[in-house]
């Protein structure tokens, strides 16, 4: 008995909801039977059906009673709930007074409350239907946050493997640079080219937005520009063939800024032209700082036909060439101010004596001691380079 | 960043306030798409009043670019004005100064749309 009661009444197996079904159908012919009973005269047949119904309604109820009193594990509790009372009140009668008890019978229209278990079963099946919709949302959430971090990381690791991993060799100069990816990731890229008769292309760059979008232009960014400077001798010309290329494969309306340098090692000259990149500085041997600041033209990508002037600058012995992104300049601290340009030359006049990587160091740490604990918003991106002359 | 927006005859004027970062960027776009698109006929000209405006990321010159492009195809003027130093320093870099007009104050912006 008890095995027949936790599986019909006790769990929530396929026996116990089809004994749920049977039940809630009872209910259903018993208050159909005790409406029809009071409101028409029957035939004999139709009589004797009713009755037959009775018995059995009455007996499926009653078990079902027994089988909730031997499930709950307090008994006086069961018997005195709501339900209880109910589901007591509705077989009753019947056992009090038996089938012709008239006196009693207006008692059996009590199990009209019967139905609020059907109430009962439709809340019950709401709740469990809108917690299994909120799981589901909670792992299609979950997936799709996974899915995002796998694309950023897809970015992140197309960003890096875009950089160059060394400055060419050159007697005379060398380079270094570094690029910290903000934690949203952002679209700075540099590179070094070697190009024909030993020149050294230097590209720094900063492709608007971020994430997978700003991934994608960059490489094609840095892709044609690495093309194009094999064949343009002029960094005007390089610009200008990369933006009308850039303009025509842009859905998403993004733009580059790019300063583009050409340096000959051996006569320490760089021509360079500006696609609305911040200007880069040169630090002169003795301390000075020049701003490459020749007129240039609007970011790459925005608008075709766009001209970028070339212009000229000969770096003398121990001059430093300083390539930055705005994320040093407009590395924000706690309290919103920025890096700002005069902090930049002030660490580069201090600390510009030494080797291209010593001060590529020193000026991270200067940036990352300003912000503190701000949180890094946009990419971080250096290029030194040390001209000593060819021996 | 919050935007306020106002109408002088055909004109629309909108007063962004605040930093134009990339979280910002989104919502300022749809803001000014909606202004240039939002009446039966699109207004003569857009300007937007950078007074309150501190910062513009790339993100946010974008939105600029975009909406330029919008402001065109409706055949709205747009034009920039009362620009903070460091914000106009951005717009001198990137050379975006020469893709929009960008004037001194309201009162010169009017002038020239009026014009």
Same mark, same amino acid.
């Given at each position: 008995m008890r095995a027949l009661a936790d599986l019909l009444v006790?769990?929530?197996?396929p026996a116990a909801r089809a004994f749920e079904n049977l039940i809630l159908a009872l209910i259903a012919v018993s208050i159909l039977s005790v409406v029809l009973e009071a409101t028409t005269s029957l035939p004999g047949w139709a009589a004797q059906l009713l009755r037959i119904s009775e018995i059995v309604v009455v007996a499926v109820f009653s078990l079902e009673y027994l089988l909730r009193l031997i499930v709950a594990p307090r008994k006086a509790a069961f018997v005195f709930s709501f339900y209880g009372l109910v589901d007591l009140l509705s077989i009753a009668p019947f056992f009090l007074a038996?089938?012709?008890a008239r006196s009693l019978?207006?008692?059996? +229209?009590?199990? +009209?409350?019967?139905v609020l278990k059907l109430q009962r079963r439709v809340l019950e099946t709401t709740v469990t239907e809108r917690t299994r919709e909120l799981a589901e949302r909670n792992r299609a959430l979950i997936d799709a946050r996974r899915q995002l971090e796998s694309e950023l990381e897809v970015a992140r690791a197309l960003q890096i493997a875009i950089l160059p991993a060394a400055f060419p060799t050159r007697p005379g100069c060398d380079g270094a640079a570094r690029m910290i990816p903000a934690t949203t990731m952002g679209g700075d890229f540099y590179d070094f080219i070697e190009l024909p008769d030993r020149r050294i292309g230097l590209v720094m760059a900063d492709v608007s937005g971020k994430g997978v979008p700003a991934a994608f232009f960059m490489a094609v960014a840095r892709t044609n520009l690495r093309e194009l400077a094999m064949h343009h001798a002029y960094p005007s010309d390089c610009l200008s063939c990369a933006n009308e290329i850039l303009c025509t494969q842009n859905p998403m309306d993004l733009f580059v800024t790019v300063f583009y340098g050409v340096f000959d090692p051996a006569t320490g000259e760089l021509r360079y032209a500006n696609g609305g990149h911040n200007p880069p500085c040169v630090r002169r041997a003795e301390g000075s700082i020049e701003l490459l600041d020749g007129k240039g033209g609007l970011?790459?990508?925005?608008?075709?036909?766009v001209r970028y002037p070339t212009h000229a600058v000969t770096l003398r012995q121990g001059d430093r060439l300083v390539l930055y992104t705005d994320g040093i300049t407009e590395a924000f601290n706690a309290a919103d101010e920025a890096y700002g340009m005069p902090r930049l030359i002030a660490e580069i006049q201090a600390h510009g004596n030494g080797a291209a990587a010593g001060l590529v160091e020193r000026i991270c740490h200067s940036v990352a001691g300003f912000a503190?604990?701000?949180?890094?918003s946009d990419d971080i991106t250096l290029t030194v380079l040390a001209w000593h002359a060819p021996p | 960043m919050n935007t306020r927006f106002e109408t002088l005859g055909n004109i629309i004027l909108a007063a962004p306030q605040g930093r134009l970062d990339f979280g910002a960027a989104a919502g300022f776009q749809s803001e000014l798409e909606h202004a240039l698109a939002g009446a039966a006929n699109a207004p003569s000209g857009l300007i937007?009043?950078?007074?309150?405006?501190d910062y513009v990321s790339s993100a946010g010159l974008r939105v600029f670019l975009v909406v330029s492009r919008a402001a065109k195809r409706a055949g709205t003027l747009l034009a920039l004005c009362s620009l903070k130093p460091a914000v106009k320093d951005v717009f001198d870099v990137s050379g975006f100064s020469e893709l929009i007009a960008v004037h001194a104050d309201r009162a010169a912006a009017l002038a020239r749309m009026k014009a």
């Amino acid at each position: 008995m008890r095995a027949l009661a936790d599986l019909l009444v006790g769990g929530d197996g396929p026996a116990a909801r089809a004994f749920e079904n049977l039940i809630l159908a009872l209910i259903a012919v018993s208050i159909l039977s005790v409406v029809l009973e009071a409101t028409t005269s029957l035939p004999g047949w139709a009589a004797q059906l009713l009755r037959i119904s009775e018995i059995v309604v009455v007996a499926v109820f009653s078990l079902e009673y027994l089988l909730r009193l031997i499930v709950a594990p307090r008994k006086a509790a069961f018997v005195f709930s709501f339900y209880g009372l109910v589901d007591l009140l509705s077989i009753a009668p019947f056992f009090l007074a038996g089938l012709d008890a008239r006196s009693l019978r207006v008692l059996r +229209v009590l199990r +009209v409350l019967r139905v609020l278990k059907l109430q009962r079963r439709v809340l019950e099946t709401t709740v469990t239907e809108r917690t299994r919709e909120l799981a589901e949302r909670n792992r299609a959430l979950i997936d799709a946050r996974r899915q995002l971090e796998s694309e950023l990381e897809v970015a992140r690791a197309l960003q890096i493997a875009i950089l160059p991993a060394a400055f060419p060799t050159r007697p005379g100069c060398d380079g270094a640079a570094r690029m910290i990816p903000a934690t949203t990731m952002g679209g700075d890229f540099y590179d070094f080219i070697e190009l024909p008769d030993r020149r050294i292309g230097l590209v720094m760059a900063d492709v608007s937005g971020k994430g997978v979008p700003a991934a994608f232009f960059m490489a094609v960014a840095r892709t044609n520009l690495r093309e194009l400077a094999m064949h343009h001798a002029y960094p005007s010309d390089c610009l200008s063939c990369a933006n009308e290329i850039l303009c025509t494969q842009n859905p998403m309306d993004l733009f580059v800024t790019v300063f583009y340098g050409v340096f000959d090692p051996a006569t320490g000259e760089l021509r360079y032209a500006n696609g609305g990149h911040n200007p880069p500085c040169v630090r002169r041997a003795e301390g000075s700082i020049e701003l490459l600041d020749g007129k240039g033209g609007l970011v790459l990508g925005a608008m075709p036909a766009v001209r970028y002037p070339t212009h000229a600058v000969t770096l003398r012995q121990g001059d430093r060439l300083v390539l930055y992104t705005d994320g040093i300049t407009e590395a924000f601290n706690a309290a919103d101010e920025a890096y700002g340009m005069p902090r930049l030359i002030a660490e580069i006049q201090a600390h510009g004596n030494g080797a291209a990587a010593g001060l590529v160091e020193r000026i991270c740490h200067s940036v990352a001691g300003f912000a503190g604990a701000a949180p890094q918003s946009d990419d971080i991106t250096l290029t030194v380079l040390a001209w000593h002359a060819p021996p | 960043m919050n935007t306020r927006f106002e109408t002088l005859g055909n004109i629309i004027l909108a007063a962004p306030q605040g930093r134009l970062d990339f979280g910002a960027a989104a919502g300022f776009q749809s803001e000014l798409e909606h202004a240039l698109a939002g009446a039966a006929n699109a207004p003569s000209g857009l300007i937007v009043d950078c007074a309150g405006l501190d910062y513009v990321s790339s993100a946010g010159l974008r939105v600029f670019l975009v909406v330029s492009r919008a402001a065109k195809r409706a055949g709205t003027l747009l034009a920039l004005c009362s620009l903070k130093p460091a914000v106009k320093d951005v717009f001198d870099v990137s050379g975006f100064s020469e893709l929009i007009a960008v004037h001194a104050d309201r009162a010169a912006a009017l002038a020239r749309m009026k014009a």
